[in-house]
């Protein structure tokens, strides 16, 4: 971890390529995980994430720049300029230090057993941001008693292009992708579970799962057509012009409450928290 945290440090697009790694730490894109990916290989992976999510990408001497530097936006995301490369660095060499008792930007000796470290993916958001958040871990037979923090990371990300936001967490295809479909939608696998609802694997127990992510909103959401646009804000209409606040369409829930915990694909995760 303070090797990782070394590499995070060093700053730019460094950490993130292996062209740059420590000896000692693996190389991430190499791993046989990356075999089953449609890009084909891990290198592939990498490259498509800097370009995507950060705006960086190899020019024709092979160096790694930040081709949108000079664009109106970043990666695919819609209607955002910023640098997301440098927020998740930092976000993660914070969580870092905070993990390892280590003073932010100091090199001191790292707590014996580290804080574990958890990361969550949320979307949209108007921009990109991270959120680096501290709770205590508290001890099962003692809940009065804590046994360190548990650290976690969130990374809000904007719309990008292409991205369909599913109106509803019930799954409605068997498959992640059906013919069509450029993006997973809710879809019935293993993992999937819609709780008090006959399911494929007819689940028993559901709220012993070891891991899940449970979805609790109304069975659908539609847009209310027989209202404008939101145009006024809860402090002043004039918000929206100073502000710059978009005006969104009014969603309307029908149907529900549901409690469903979505596929791997739609945005959950597996019965066996393995992250293949």
Not at 41 to 53: F, H, K, M, N, T
Not at 145 to 153: K, L, W
Not at 161 to 187: D, L, M
């Amino acid at each position: 971890m303070v090797e990782l945290l070394d590499r995070l440090r060093a700053g730019g697009v460094a950490w993130f390529v292996d062209d740059y790694a420590p000896n000692n730490i693996p190389s991430l894109w190499d791993h046989p995980a990356f075999g089953w990916h449609p890009l084909g290989s891990g290198q592939a992976v990498r490259d498509d994430i800097l370009r995507r999510w950060f705006g960086w990408a190899k020019d024709a001497a092979g160096t790694w720049v930040d081709v949108d530097q000079a664009a109106p936006t970043t990666g695919y995301w819609i209607a955002y300029k910023g640098d997301p490369l440098s927020i998740v660095r930092e976000a993660l060499a914070w969580a870092l230090e905070i993990s390892l008792g280590i003073t932010h930007g100091a090199n001191e000796q790292p707590r014996v057993d580290p804080w574990p470290i958890e990361i969550f993916w949320k979307c949209p958001t108007p921009w990109f941001e991270a959120w680096v958040v501290v709770q205590p871990l508290k001890n099962a037979m003692q809940p009065a008693v804590s046994t360190g923090r548990t650290v976690t990371v969130e990374l809000l990300t904007p719309s990008h292009r292409g991205s369909n936001v599913a109106e509803s967490p019930v799954a409605w295809s068997a498959k992640v992708k059906p013919p069509g479909f450029n993006h997973p939608i809710p879809s019935i696998e293993p993992d999937y579970c819609e709780l008090g609802v006959t399911n494929p694997l007819d689940l028993a127990n559901e709220g012993h799962r070891e891991y899940a992510t449970w979805v609790v909103t109304h069975r659908d959401h539609v847009v209310d057509m027989a209202h404008p646009a939101v145009t006024t804000d809860t402090v002043t209409s004039a918000d929206f012009a100073t502000w710059g606040i978009p005006k969104l369409r009014i969603y309307k829930g029908v149907g529900g409450p549901v409690i469903v915990s979505p596929s791997l694909p739609a945005g959950g995760v597996r019965m066996d928290g393995a992250v293949p």
